[in-house]
T-cell receptor, first 111, second 113 residues
Framework: DAGVTQSPTHLIKTRGQQVTLRCSPKSGHDTVSWYQQALGQGPQFIFQ???????QRGNFPDRFSGHQFPNYSSELNVNALLLGDSALYLC??????????FGPGTRLLVL | SQQGEEDPQALSIQEGENATMNCSYK?????LQWYRQNSGRGLVHLIL?????REKHSGRLRVTLDTSKKSSSLLITASRAADTASYFCATAPGIQGAQKLVFGQGTRLTINP
């Protein structure tokens, strides 16, 4: 049973560019959440998708957007990258229960 | 913003000793969860305790929850080198159990052989 998978594992971009990160949820899960984790900090909630709709959103600017596909996989898009967007981006999935299972993350470096 | 705060921020003990980490939070919660993270990789779910529970065990882990003090503790007994990691508490705020998790800044645990 595959867990949550994310791609790519690492990414280097320059300021102003756009990036797309991908996530496939654990089998049987229909809800995907995205978190940003800066170095030395705890993860911060970006948004959550359920039934292809954004259900909840954290305190992130509109430069952060997402999408969920009919197969429940999800994308996180970040436009106009800033140096401060450098972080580990974590995807988590769950179903009706509370436990969220996390993927290995995508480490984004913005130069 | 971070809701939870872990204490201590860093903890170093000898293998075989017990490790205790504490977490405080600010708002009412539906449940509290503890996660482990090795070297900046993905988070591994350890245990979930609901707001109406006071204590929960899983193997060498014991979690307590005091909703009146808005605090929780994670005890790892008989620590092993493999327990070296960062540990985070995460709360699901709200009575209805809002899905988002709010994390603290974590405790960095080092187990010395």
């Amino acid at each position: 049973d595959a867990g949550v998978t994310q791609s790519p594992t690492h990414l280097i971009k320059t300021r102003g560019q756009q990036v797309t990160l991908r996530c496939s949820p654990k089998s049987g899960h229909d809800t995907v959440s995205w978190y940003q984790q800066a170095l030395g900090q705890g993860p911060q909630f970006i948004f959550q998708y359920y039934e292809e709709e954004e259900r909840q959103r954290g305190n992130f600017p509109d430069r952060f957007s997402g999408h969920q596909f009919p197969n429940y996989s999800s994308e996180l898009n970040v436009n106009a990258l800033l140096l401060g967007d450098s972080a580990l981006y974590l995807c988590a999935s769950n179903t009706a229960g509370e436990t969220q299972y996390f993927g290995p993350g995508t480490r984004l470096l913005v130069l | 913003s971070q809701q939870g705060e872990e204490d201590p921020q860093a903890l170093s003990i000898q293998e075989g000793e017990n490790a205790t980490m504490n977490c405080s939070y600010k708002t009412s919660i539906n449940n509290l969860q503890w996660y482990r993270q090795n070297s900046g990789r993905g988070l591994v779910h350890l245990i979930l305790i609901r707001s109406n529970e006071r204590e929960k065990h899983s193997g060498r882990l014991r979690v307590t929850l005091d909703t009146s003090k808005k605090s929780s503790s994670l005890l790892i007994t008989a620590s092993r080198a493999a327990d070296t990691a960062s540990y985070f508490c995460a709360t699901a705020p709200g009575i209805q159990g809002a899905q988002k998790l709010v994390f603290g800044q974590g405790t960095r645990l080092t187990i010395n052989p």
